[in-house]
């Protein structure tokens, strides 16, 4: 597990290639000003900045592609062991990923408050997160089918499946 202890001067390091990440984003036009990385006993194995505008994709925030390069680099999808630097406070979608990639720490700089000040703002869906999904904004239904249960018992039939 990485060194939880804040003096460590590797946080310091992982931190800065961080912030230097998201500010070269923003120099370059390559997207919003978030920069992330990975790094595992002492290296960086995941570099990721905000490419959301430029590659058309709304899930390419810069911890989800570090995370992505990361899991390439270690040809593998659980990111145990690792920790991830990030410039700022992840939104949801991103937490999430990192709770699903089992990241063991995650470190950031500025806060969501921040992000939200300079137009980046998610609280509303954090807002809609704590709703029922009736009461959303977004319309969401569920639609009861018949066979809904068959993809399940087909991955708890299938002796070859990777548990994740």
Not at 151 to 156: G, N
């Amino acid at each position: 597990m990485p060194d939880a202890r804040n003096d460590d001067p590797a946080h310091e390091r992982f931190m800065n290639e961080a912030l230097r990440l998201a500010e070269a984003s923003v120099q370059q036009g390559g997207g919003g000003p978030f920069g992330a990385v990975v790094a595992r006993e002492g290296e960086i194995i995941g570099r990721g900045t905000n490419r959301v505008t430029p590659d058309g994709d709304p899930t390419a925030h810069a911890e989800i592609v570090a995370i992505r390069r990361a899991c390439r680099a270690l040809e593998n999808f659980s990111l145990s062991g690792c920790a991830l630097y990030a410039s700022c406070e992840p939104c949801p979608m991103c937490l999430g990923a990192i709770y699903w990639a089992r990241l063991d720490a995650l470190y950031y700089a500025a806060t969501r408050e921040d992000a939200a000040r300079a137009g980046f703002d998610d609280a509303f869906i954090y807002e809609e997160i704590e709703q029922l999904p009736e009461q959303r904004r977004l319309r969401m239904e569920r639609l009861p089918a018949e066979k809904s249960q068959r993809p399940f018992e087909a991955w708890e039939a299938h002796d070859e499946r990777v548990a994740y």
